[in-house]
Every structure is written in structure tokens, then in C-alpha cells.
């Protein structure tokens, strides 16, 4: 935005204050980029199936002891030693490969 502001200024504003503050403008647009670029390097993403683990969902299936359960608008495969019925509520308890081994909510 803050480059096209100074395309902007470049343009209608007269000589040679224009220029000045196509200038300024330029180096704050530089500025903000790295700026940006320092705060946001060492930060991860959260991302993958293990960012699972810890979450509740919807058994959609009997899960005697595989079934399907979702979590968060997706569906996914589901392990529950003790058996649950569909419509129950689970927790992800971990993740082994892409099934989710879930236990029933308290």
C-alpha cells in the first residue's frame, strides 16, 4: 500500500516535493518489509496431524475398535480400545500414521 501511495505522490505532487516524498515513502516501504521479515522468520506453522492430538470429535461410526470420527470439518480413521458408539464424543489421544486414537470424552 504504501508503495502504491508513493507511486501516487510521485506523480501528482509538484517537483521537486515530490520526488522527496516518493523518497521517504520508498524507504518506509523497505522498512516495513524488513521489519516484517525479521518478526516472522523463526515463526512455525502449526500444521499436520499431530496439531490433532489434544482435540474432541464426532464418532461417525461405531468404533469397535476402528472407525471414522470428525474433527473440524474432516473426516478421519479412528482407533478406540474401549468401543464407542456413533454420535459419541472423543478425544484425539495420538496419532499413528493417519488414524487418530481416540478415547471417549468424560
Known sequence: MILVIAIVVLIFVP???GLILFGVL???????IAFWNTKLRDRRSDVGSQTLVGRTGQLLSDC???GQVRIG????M???EAGAAAGQTVRVQAVQELTLIVELEH
Open 15 to 17: 517537483w521537486p516535493w
Open 26 to 32: 520508498l524507504a518506509g516501504f523497505f522498512g516495513e
Open 64 to 66: 469397535r475398535p476402528d
Open 73 to 76: 470439518g474432516e473426516t478421519w
Open 78 to 80: 479412528a482407533h478406540c
